[in-house]
T-cell receptor, first 113, second 111 residues
């Protein structure tokens, strides 16, 4: 199984809502990533879980909160988002640490009203 | 900050023609990767070239790497309408352990 799955595919939320994005991989990969991608821009790294240790992009606001329940699952908890947070959120995984090939999920299209 | 710069930003060709995209970067790397993204979808890994390699082939794809010029190119031969997508280079550094994506090239292949 070489697939990374993400749910939901689409999400519309108000600025006071709390929601979660989910990502799952069954490739035995030990590193998982969250990226944010705005239209016509490259993906920007938000968080990395590598061997269950979290690495944070310092510029990511605290209204985004990652969680890694186990090595196959990665969640992104969303709270009090702003309209500018509307974007495609991509999850990826790689076999280990380091700049290896990453396998991406199809993404969650988020709209914050 | 984004390390990779790609050109052209957009490219439109006829089916059967070749497409060439270029990527430049600023710091030392361990590898350089190319990804394809169809509209609004996830990225798909195409090819990885290591810093000690100069050229790599995969099917209709040919990638070159010139570390002295800090640049790479992706050539797609005999393009097809299905190749229409955005293409991103991504540089990998063992110092950071992360991939840094370039701005991307949008390729349109007309049938």
């Amino acid at each position: 199984d070489t697939e990374v799955t993400q749910t939901p595919k689409h999400l519309v939320m108000g600025m006071t809502n709390k929601k979660s994005l989910k990502c799952e991989q069954h490739m035995g990969h030990r590193a998982m990533y969250w990226y944010k991608q705005k239209a016509k821009k490259p993906p920007e790294l938000m968080f990395v879980y590598s061997y269950e240790k979290l690495s944070i992009n310092e510029s990511v606001p605290s209204r985004f909160s990652p969680e890694c329940p186990n090595s196959s699952l990665l969640n992104l908890h969303l709270h009090a988002l702003q309209p500018e947070d509307s974007a495609l959120y991509l999850c990826a995984s790689s076999q280990g640490e380091g700049p290896e090939t990453q396998y991406f999920g199809p993404g969650t299209r988020l709209l914050v009203l | 900050s984004q390390q990779g710069e790609e050109d052209p930003q957009a490219l439109s060709i006829q089916e059967g023609e070749n497409a060439t995209m270029n990527c430049s970067y600023k710091t030392s790397i361990n590898n350089l990767q190319w990804y394809r993204q169809n509209s609004g979808r996830g990225l798909v890994h195409l090819i990885l070239i290591r810093s000690n390699e100069r050229e790599k082939h995969s099917g209709r794809l040919r990638v070159t790497l010139d570390t002295s010029k800090k640049s790479s190119s992706l050539l797609i031969t005999a393009s097809r309408a299905a190749d229409t997508a955005s293409y991103f280079c991504a540089t990998g550094s063992s110092n950071t352990g992360k991939l840094i994506f370039g701005q991307g090239t949008t390729l349109q292949v007309k049938p």
